[in-house]
């Protein structure tokens, strides 16, 4: 099977999107009254707008709720698009990373999208430059082009299909079945589960999240041992020692559904540990654990919190709001070209659902 790794330096050689730029933007803490009443301004002005929330399972507690008070929705990143493109709302605000609200916009491009930071990215987005992107799918031109959702809608627009964690096994089954050999981008470890589980012929470019990245096997092993019985829950973004010891892999929404119908004494969560606010309130009781990473505060590049998800604040919401800035804007040909892998997987994903409808409901079912 050929497997190629495609050799790129993840970080911006000026180091403008660093995690330490990224760290530098988070918001400060909030006191509760500050916190209370920047919460019911946001929801005023929401309201004023006619605007809606779409927030990520992974940005801070107080914007998730928000969004679910006020009519949004928190949740992975293809129910995201789904809900963005549905909605009847003229102004979509996007708490999450910046490809999260280039899909809003390639969706619906009558749409205002707005984004409480533009600078919110993703490591993954930042390792998949287009034009690197563009040689590599240049060279290889018998391949069908899989890119992950987290990608920049440049590099969409190259890919036949975009794929999200919670269908990307499905997506690229059904291609491997039908004889098509794939390019994959940006992120290898999904990448190598995915060809693990299919047997795809995949030729792999070398991104990784760094969140994910970090979590480890050894340290894992030992917690486990600690914890016997404990179910272990994994993003397939996370390293194949990691991916190995899961009882469930999937989705941030896959692992949400696998803690709420459990019956296990606890659960290690290997993945962004701001989707222990939604499981906590869907799930109260359950114990919940976070999987051991590379290092502590001082040594480790997120500490299992990503920190693009960070910088989503109630202050920088209600700044956007206010100002109606900043806004995401995609050029009309990247928007048009990138339509078509996005629409490709959201059909492919409403016509599973179609075939599957009452065999498997609940969270996270694509
Ligand atoms: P999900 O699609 O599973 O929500 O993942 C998005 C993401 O950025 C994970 O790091
Ligand atoms: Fe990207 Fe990882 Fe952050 Fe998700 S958690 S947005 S994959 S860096």
Not at 235 to 250: C, Y
Not at 255 to 265: F, M, R, S
Not at 289 to 310: D, L, Q, R, Y
């Amino acid at each position: 099977m050929e497997q190629q790794l495609f050799d790129y330096t993840k970080q911006d050689a000026a180091g403008a999107c660093s995690t330490a730029h990224a760290w530098a933007k988070v918001p400060a803490p909030l006191t509760t009254s500050e916190r209370h009443a920047l919460a019911e301004r946001a929801a005023a002005l929401l309201k004023k707008h006619n605007a809606v929330l779409v927030a990520h399972y992974y940005v801070d507690g107080p914007l998730q709720d928000l969004a679910l008070a006020t009519g949004g929705i928190v949740s992975d990143s293809l129910e995201m698009a789904r809900f963005g493109r549905d909605h009847a709302a003229q102004t979509l605000v996007v708490a999450g990373v910046r490809f999260m609200g280039e899909t809003a916009k390639i969706l619906s491009p009558e749409k205002r999208v707005l984004m409480p930071d533009l600078d919110a990215t993703c490591s993954l987005d930042l390792g998949c430059p287009a034009d690197d992107f563009a040689r590599f799918c240049d060279a290889h031109p018998d391949r069908q082009v899989v890119v992950y959702a987290n990608t920049s809608a440049a590099v969409k627009a190259r890919a036949d299909w975009m794929v999200t964690s919670s269908c990307a096994l499905e997506i690229v089954s059904d291609l491997h079945a039908k004889g098509q050999k794939i390019l994959w981008a940006p992120d290898r470890h999904l990448g190598r589960y995915i060809q693990e589980q299919t047997g795809a012929d995949m030729l792999m470019w070398n991104g990784a999240c760094i969140v994910h990245d970090e979590f480890r096997g050894l340290e894992l092993e030992i917690l486990r041992e600690q914890h016997p019985g404990a179910l272990v829950l994994v993003h397939p973004e996370s390293p194949k020692s990691v991916v190995e010891q899961a009882d469930v892999v999937g989705s941030t929404s896959a692992l949400i559904k696998a803690v709420v119908e459990g019956n296990a004494p606890a659960y290690i969560v290997a993945t962004d540990n701001g989707i222990l606010h939604r499981m906590r309130q869907l799930a109260p009781g359950k114990v919940l654990i976070e999987a051991p990473t590379a290092g502590n505060s001082a040594t480790c590049k997120s500490c299992a919190h990503c920190p693009w998800m960070a910088m989503n604040g109630l202050a920088n919401l209600v700044d956007c709001l206010e100002s109606g800035q900043p806004e995401i804007h995609v050029d009309e040909a990247t928007r048009v070209k990138a339509q078509h892998c996005i629409n490709r997987m959201l059909d492919f994903t409403a016509a599973r659902k179609a075939q599957t409808s009452g065999m498997t409901p609940g969270i996270g079912a694509a």
